[in-house]
């Protein structure tokens, strides 16, 4: 048996008028899901329990199979695993954005023009982070390029109480109020005004303003946390896994987790990430050995946050090529189980995450439901609700 989980990030969403009074999920194309959907148990699953915030980090979690309340000590730490750094008792991972700022004198007064620096490239990315290491890092504060606009930054015996915003929660909004506060916000608000004498002039971002494109004006820093302890998947669930995904945050997860990470050549997060890759990826780590496989796809959360309502139709329309896609090549390996859910919603209407309960569909192949529900938000309030996300290997590996 086989067991595959397509995540599409932030896939749920609300209603729109722009959409003939229909969700995204509901408008999109999606010939391979609708054809699974009358086969399949569909309902809703809290991912996010409560009094915890609805990040993909709580959220994949939760979906992978691990208890939030047990397991989460924090995003930046996730990602840390991903890209090697060897933290040690009393580090503090934060998670540090490449940001673009407007250009007011005072920082209060700057607006967030965009959390990602205009999805920045890695390569343009890694030499800016480059310079500000060389520029910032001391005994006390060290920085590690990521992927993309994700970085990471350790503070030496530091603390998770300086009160952090997640920058993609307040696009668009004046920043005076979100700025770091509490023990170490003075220290990281600094950081954060010198990384701008750092990056203003650099050679990346004056090409890019050159093209047209939005330069990385500052870092920010969110998601702070202590080093991670997960319980080995295989142990715990008796399977072999691999997760593939483009962010660190799902890497790390899977490392955490004694997981497989494979690199996808040309993957990114974004509409632009080679889906075709992850598609044979994902084929290649059933055939080295693999009995569960779960392909995270992070486009339709980038467009939710970006406001982005065609973007975010077209990101759930690749999701369903790669259900296809996944179907043809399983539908030749015997019998397998395949999950589509998303891991939280980002409404476009927010542009940041909500922690209501959201749609899951498993399917079956040994045994098919006999079902006339559709795969979205209003039809799954008429299935089986399941109270936590780990629920979901649960169903997917029950055999009655």
């Not at 009160?163 to 954060?192: A, M, N, Q």
């Not at 959201?358 to 040994?366: E, L, N």
């Amino acid at each position: 048996m086989k067991y595959l989980v397509v995540l599409g990030d932030g896939m749920a969403d609300y209603k729109m008028d722009v959409l003939d009074g229909k969700t995204p999920l509901e408008y999109a194309c999606t010939p391979n899901i609708d054809r699974l959907a009358p086969l399949s148990q569909i309902g809703l699953v809290k991912t996010v329990p409560d009094g915890m915030k609805p990040g993909s980090d709580v959220a994949n979690l939760s979906v992978i199979g691990y208890a939030p309340e047990k397991y989460y000590s924090g995003r930046s730490p996730l990602e840390a695993l991903s890209i090697g750094v060897d933290m040690q008792e009393g580090d503090i991972a934060v998670r540090t954005n490449l940001v673009t700022l407007s250009g007011e004198d005072d920082i209060a007064n700057k607006t967030m023009v965009d959390y990602s620096a205009g999805e920045i490239s890695t390569a343009e990315a890694s030499e800016l982070i480059k310079a500000v290491k060389e520029a910032l890092s001391d005994d006390e504060f060290s920085f590690y390029a990521g992927v993309s606009y994700r970085h990471c930054m350790i503070i030496k015996n530091g603390t998770t109480a300086t009160h952090l915003t997640p920058p993609h929660d307040i696009s668009g909004r004046v920043i005076g109020d979100y700025l770091p506060s509490g023990e170490y916000g003075d220290k990281l608000l600094s950081l954060i005004e010198r990384s701008h004498e750092v990056l203003k002039n650099h050679p990346v971002n004056l090409e890019r303003i050159k093209n047209g494109k939005n330069p990385a004006t500052h870092v920010w820093f969110w998601g702070a946390g202590t080093k991670p302890s997960l319980d080995n998947f295989e142990e715990k669930y008796g399977l072999k896994g691999a997760v593939i995904s483009a962010v660190d945050l799902l890497k790390g997860i899977a490392i955490g987790a004694g997981m497989a990470s494979p690199e996808v050549e040309g993957a990114t997060g974004t509409l632009s990430t080679n889906w075709d890759g992850k598609i044979e990826v994902a084929k290649k780590c059933f055939e080295s050995g693999c009995d569960y496989v779960y392909i995270h796809m992070e486009a339709p959360d980038e467009c939710g946050h970006q406001g982005d309502v065609w973007g975010k139709v077209k990101a759930i329309e690749k999701v369903d090529y790669v259900v296809g896609e996944m179907v043809k090549y399983l539908e030749t390996q015997g019998d397998f189980t395949m999950v589509i859910t998303p891991d939280h919603a980002t409404p476009i209407v927010k542009k940041t995450h909500t922690a209501e309960p959201i749609p899951y569909m498993i399917y079956k192949s040994a045994k098919p439901n006999n079902g006339i529900l559709k795969y979205n938000e209003t039809d799954a309030q008429s299935g089986e609700y399941l109270s936590s996300g780990q629920l979901i290997i649960t169903k997917m590996l029950e055999t009655k």
